[in-house]
């Protein structure tokens, strides 16, 4: 567009300061460019109007046909100048069609394939699409498919129907408030949490990828007494999703909904029961994992959390290649990991003590690492601890030729 051509400033959006192409008035009056405002709304999760700071009461968008044939005439009458005029944009899908195409869908199978193959289509066309289809229902009609076919046990063209339905759930970007709405609606048996884990035991790849991404949604929006009453079966299913590796988005999920629930109660234990320490380690040993840093970094996680409790500790040092892994991948992958893995070695280190355990941490060359961390450009906090474990077993370690001469004087034999 020429620099020299003056647009009109009401033609832009208070948002992006571009020229709108499907201007929409919000409840307070103030017009914007629905790409702009839904993504302010929707993905921002803000409720103010971005100029009044009132809060948008109704989330509903009013299209301003006015403005947008104003602008679209102006394009026109400019378009010597490099002005492109752009076209009349579609309008959203309506509410009750959604309502209408759900109710239709009861009547047979049959309806619910085609009804599913038509939110397939809504849901691909725009984000206003995906907010209209929240609001008819469609997240619950979803997760209703996923729990029916999933109760009744069925693993013919029911299972396809599930499938379907569990990567339009996950599409869709389901808000928080619905998530919520989702993992409180029991009714019925309709335990979303128990339906995603029956799937992920039993179900075919793609459906336990789609399961385990939805799983890792839900569980992000759960309260703390929810997510320590979660049964032993959700730790197994999420550690055999690890063990499996079936995507690389869905061994991501598993580690996000570790790290989030493990802190909580007895998770730590349920964890440890269901082998996560020996998943863990194998994942550190594929060098195809590690080549990505952030899925590292989540193990390590996992490890420093584990190992908080005795039984992680133990089945830590169970694993023949446990430390050696954990005291490799120190200053290699990144400050997060390193700082994780010095946690790691502190905890087994300072409880688990034995004279074989510190002389297998000598010859593994975890002091010769921890001594390093002391030398580097590493984080305060990191070379805490790797101070502290140094201290601790100087006595023992003092044979050590890394090992720091002021820590030989200060714990003399």
Same mark, same amino acid.
């Given at each position: 567009m020429d620099e020299e051509i003056e647009i009109p400033p009401f033609f832009l959006c208070p948002i992006s300061l571009e020229i709108m192409k499907d201007p929409v %008035?919000?409840?307070?009056?103030?017009?914007?460019?629905?790409?702009?405002?839904?993504?302010?709304?929707?993905?921002?999760?803000? =409720?103010?109007? !971005?100029?009044?700071?009132?809060?948008?009461?109704?989330?509903?968008?009013?299209?301003?046909?006015?403005?947008?044939?104003?602008?679209?005439?102006?394009?026109?009458l400019n378009a010597s100048y490099g002005v492109e005029r752009f076209p009349t944009p579609r !309008?959203?899908?309506c509410k009750s069609e959604i309502e209408k195409l759900i109710k239709d869908s009861a009547s047979s199978h049959e309806n619910k394939v085609k009804c599913l193959k038509r939110l397939r289509q809504i849901v691909s066309e725009n984000k206003?699409?995906?907010?209209?289809?929240?609001?008819?229902?469609?997240?619950?009609?979803?997760?209703? %498919?996923?729990?029916?076919?999933?109760? *009744?046990?069925?693993?013919?063209?029911?299972?396809?129907?599930? =499938?379907?339905?569990?990567?339009?759930?996950?599409?869709? *970007?389901? +808000? *928080?408030?619905?998530?919520?709405?989702?993992? =409180?609606?029991n009714k019925k048996g309709r335990d979303i949490v128990n339906s995603l884990v029956k799937i992920m035991q039993r179900g075919m790849y793609e459906s336990r990828a789609y399961a385990t991404l939805l799983l890792k949604n839900v569980l992000e929006v759960a309260e703390p007494m929810q997510i320590m009453n979660l049964k032993p079966l959700v730790f197994?299913?999420?550690?055999?999703?690890?063990?499996?590796? %079936? +995507?690389?988005?869905?061994?991501?999920?598993?580690?996000?909904?570790?790290?989030?629930?493990? !802190?909580?109660?007895?998770?730590?234990?349920?964890?440890? *029961?269901?082998?996560?320490? +020996?998943?863990?380690?194998?994942?550190?040993?594929?060098?195809?994992?590690?080549?990505?840093?952030r899925g590292p970094e989540m193990v390590m996680v996992v490890l420093d959390l584990l190992c908080q409790c005795a039984e992680g500790r133990a089945e830590f040092l169970n694993h023949g290649a446990a430390i050696a892994v954990v005291c490799k991948?120190?200053?290699?992958?990144?400050?997060?990991?390193?700082?994780?893995?010095?946690?790691?070695?502190?905890?087994?280190?300072?409880?688990?003590?034995?004279?074989?355990?510190?002389?297998?941490?000598?010859?593994?060359?975890v002091v010769a690492k921890l001594c390093l961390v002391l030398q580097v450009n590493c984080g305060s906090k990191t070379k805490e601890k790797a101070k502290e474990l140094l201290k601790l077993h100087a006595r023992v370690w003092k044979d050590s030729p890394c090992l720091p001469r002021n820590m030989i004087l200060a714990y003399p034999s």
């Open positions: %008035i919000v409840s307070t009056g103030i017009t914007y460019d629905r790409d702009s405002i839904e993504k302010w709304l929707f993905s921002g999760k803000k =409720n103010s109007c !971005p100029v009044t700071k009132q809060d948008i009461t109704d989330a509903d968008l009013t299209p301003n046909h006015t403005l947008r044939r104003l602008i679209q005439s102006w394009c026109t !309008p959203p899908i206003t699409n995906k907010r209209c289809l929240e609001a008819a229902g469609v997240p619950e009609f979803l997760a209703t %498919i996923v729990s029916n076919n999933e109760s *009744e046990n069925v693993f013919d063209s029911s299972m396809s129907l599930t =499938n379907e339905a569990l990567s339009l759930l996950y599409h869709l *970007e389901t +808000s *928080e408030t619905v998530l919520k709405n989702l993992l =409180n609606n197994t299913e999420v550690v055999q999703i690890l063990d499996d590796r %079936i +995507s690389h988005k869905a061994t991501k999920a598993a580690l996000h909904i570790l790290v989030n629930i493990c !802190p909580w109660g007895r998770n730590r234990h349920k964890a440890v *029961e269901a082998g996560a320490i +020996s998943v863990m380690i194998e994942l550190l040993m594929d060098e195809s994992f590690s080549s990505d840093k991948k120190i200053l290699r992958i990144s400050q997060t990991a390193s700082d994780r893995a010095v946690r790691v070695l502190l905890s087994v280190g300072r409880f688990c003590a034995t004279p074989s355990l510190l002389h297998e941490m000598l010859q593994l060359g």
